[in-house]
């Protein structure tokens, strides 16, 4: 692999301090910047820089405003008939309300931590489709399809033992219209994976294949940048099908794979 | 009034819309004090903000409440500063004449910058670092306060600001570049 130069380096920096650089880049980027001072000093410099911003003052909203923004919603205001039903009285008793906008700190301090948090799990999902999509779309560009190319999954199987630390299920679905063409490793969310390639008419699947940490999951697909995306859990192993496919037919493919499964002819015997 | 039918009420409505956007009141006051320099115009930059918000939430679709709320908040400063014809040199922001000859003369040095440490002491004082940021043009200003106070991703930044991904990067560059020399200028004794 070449080693990155300087001015790439320089250029990258940036990006990097933001955490938006895909993942082989950074970890060029750190051994360029492990070896030379000067990137090293550029880097130390955006880090204070970045650090001198966040010291700047957050502004929070006044409780004065607020308490304006709430009363100009039409929320109904407090019921004057004794009769009302209590729980209606307490849903509309403005004082209640009021708790929602002037948060007392240690409750907005927890909803703070509890959106992060599902903010930061919503951003690694995000994260992953992107990493899939741009395999997918790495794979199509580079002419580096496969490190295996074969449409025989007899091949394809034993290719990856002793690559991976898992067997994955390769099955041949020619019959079906989805030939098998290949296999490649790839660096997907920290981890080698397997991806296993299929045809369909003039279309490409990637299919990626890891150890699933827990239970079944129905396919279900997802559509990012033009690509769809179809996830599916099953016996122990997570699948990401990626593909500009049309979904019915993704999802299709996916019902294949699951069905093949249950298939024992279909499936080539852990070696 | 006890039955008010199928479908939502006007009320029902003003509640879903109240529980989405309460917990990113902080967020549009803090983006629209950064822009309008002042507290008593980010009143009125939020309030109105927060009424378009209401009128619009109908097409709200759910998903990332915030970066909705911040377009608005934005748009709203934009329109609320032509108004206004203040703020004049913030509205016409010449994205390539926006300190370029800077950028150019200083990149190696800036980006190089000898004394990271000594910027570091400099960080301490947030008042220098809060007056150099007013200083920088409002478009510098808001990326940096989205990307750095906010936290937002690029995608997020890109999609409030409404450029593209490229225009995000080259944008923080010069906005960081500025501010740099900002803080040096006027830390000189």
New interface residues.
């Given amino acids: 692999m070449n080693t990155m130069n300087c001015e790439e380096a ?1 250029q990258l ?3 990097y301090g ?1 955490g ?1 650089l895909e993942l082989p880049r950074a970890l060029e980027l750190e051994r360029h910047v492990e070896s030379c001072a ?1 990137c090293a ?2 880097l ?19 409780d004065a ?2 308490a ?3 009363a ?5 205001a407090e019921t004057p008939t004794a009769a009302a039903p209590s729980l209606t009285r307490a849903r509309q008793r403005p004082r209640r ?1 009021w708790s ?2 002037a ?1 007392p700190i240690a409750a907005s301090l927890a ?1 703070a931590v509890g ?1 992060n948090f599902m903010l930061a799990t919503q ?1 690694s999902q995000d994260s992953l489709r992107e990493e899939l999509i741009a395999g997918h779309v790495r794979s199509l560009q580079v002419a580096h399809l496969s490190d295996v190319i074969s449409t025989d999954q007899h091949t394809v199987k034993p290719w990856f033992n002793g690559k991976l630390d898992y067997a994955p299920p390769v099955r041949d679905l020619a019959q079906q219209d989805f030939p098998l063409l290949g296999g490649r490793l790839d660096y997907i969310a920290h981890r080698q994976v397997a991806a296993l390639i299929y045809g369909s008419r003039k279309h490409t699947i990637n299919l990626y294949i890891w150890p699933a940490k827990d239970g079944e999951l129905a396919p279900n697909s997802q559509g990012s940048e033009g690509y769809n995306l179809v996830h599916w859990r099953h016996d122990g192993m997570e699948y990401w099908a990626v593909s500009d496919l049309n979904v019915q037919e993704l999802r299709h493919f996916a019902e294949l794979q699951i069905a093949a499964g249950a298939d024992k002819t279909a499936n080539v015997p852990n070696s | 009034m006890e039955f008010r039918g199928i479908g939502l009420s ?2 029902d409505i ?2 879903r ?3 989405m956007a ?2 990113h ?2 967020a ?3 983006l629209a ?2 822009l309008t320099r002042n ?1 008593h115009d ?2 009125d930059v ?2 109105e903000a ?2 378009r918000a ?1 009128r619009f939430f109908g097409g709200f679709r759910g998903g990332g409440g915030r970066a909705w709320l911040l377009t608005i908040v934005r748009n709203t400063f934009y329109t609320w500063a032509e108004q206004r014809q203040r703020h004049k040199s913030d509205v016409e922001f010449d994205e390539a004449g926006a300190g370029l000859e800077m950028v150019e003369a200083g990149a190696n040095e800036a ?7 000594q ?2 002491l ?3 004082d ?1 008042q220098l ?2 007056a150099a ?1 007013l200083k920088l043009p409002a478009e510098y200003r808001e990326i ?1 306060v989205l ?3 906010e936290e937002l ?2 995608k997020e930044i890109a999609a409030i600001v409404g450029v593209p991904l490229g225009t995000v ?1 080259s944008r ?2 010069r906005a ?1 570049l500025q ?2 020399q900002q ?1 040096e200028a006027m830390d000189q004794p």
């Fill in positions: 320089l920096l940036p990006v933001d938006e000067a000093a550029a130390r410099s955006q880090r204070a820089l970045s650090r001198a911003v966040r010291s700047a003052p957050y502004h929070r909203a006044p405003l607020r304006r923004l709430r100009q919603l039409p929320l109904p309300d929602r906008w948060m909803l959106l951003r | 006007d009320a003003a509640r819309f109240d529980a309460a917990p009141l902080d549009a006051y803090n004090r950064w507290p980010a009143d939020v309030q927060y009424l209401f980006l190089h910058g000898a004394n990271p440490e910027l570091l400099r960080a301490a947030q670092v809060e940021l940096l990307r750095e106070l991703s690029y990067m923080l560059s960081r501010l740099r803080i």
